[in-house]
């Protein structure tokens, strides 16, 4: 699935992965290819992606994700 994370200044990062860990606001979740569409309020804590490079963590203050025919949006603090 294609992922993009967003903050206000610039993108850090926008590619392929195989499974995406969020901090979401009423618990940790998942994502994985063929997800249901979904919007969700995310907390301080670790974005981890699963690559074909291995695992990539990112660190955000908070934000908001939105899943939707395997594209994955996140506008980060």
Same mark, same amino acid.
């Given at each position: *699935?294609q #992922?993009? #994370?967003?903050?206000?200044? !610039?993108? #850090? $990062? ?7 860990? $969020?901090?979401? !606001?009423?618990?940790? $979740?998942?994502?994985m290819?063929?997800?249901?569409? *979904? #919007? ?17 963590? $990112? ?7 939105? &899943?939707?025919k395997?594209?994955?949006? &996140?506008?980060a603090?």
């Amino acid at each position: *699935m294609q #992922i993009e #994370i967003l903050t206000a200044d !610039k993108s #850090i $990062f926008n590619g392929e992965a195989t499974l995406a860990n $969020f901090p979401g !606001k009423d618990g940790s $979740f998942g994502v994985m290819n063929d997800h249901a569409p *979904m #919007i969700a309020a995310l907390k301080k804590g670790n974005i981890v992606l699963t690559t074909s490079n291995g695992e990539q963590s $990112f660190e955000i203050s908070g934000g908001v994700v939105e &899943v939707l025919k395997n594209k994955v949006m &996140v506008l980060a603090e």
